[in-house]
């Protein structure tokens, strides 16, 4: 199981499984971080994160929705 988010994942990457950068964490608490979307995720991505309002500065990620959180990154699982 994956540990919950802590203010020291702020600033770090979130990936997929594949490597491909979504975004940075921008606050992190709990089971929930928030993250600012890299301008170049696809829309596939974002409408599997739930983020389809691209009017947000940034979008909730759940710690359901992460692999492994380590010191590279944050990596989602593989099914995003």
Known sequence: ????????????????ADGDMVGTIERASGGTAHVKPDSGLS????????????????????????DKIDDDGIHLKSNF
């Not at 199981?1 to 997929?16: I, L, P, Q, Y």
């Not at 991505?45 to 947000?56: A, N």
């Open 43 to 66: 829309g596939s991505i974002r409408r599997k994160l739930g983020w389809t309002d691209e009017s947000e500065e940034t979008y909730s990620l759940e710690k359901a929705n992460v």
């Open 1 to 16: 199981m994956v540990r919950n988010f802590r203010s020291e994942d702020e600033g770090k990457h979130v990936m997929t």
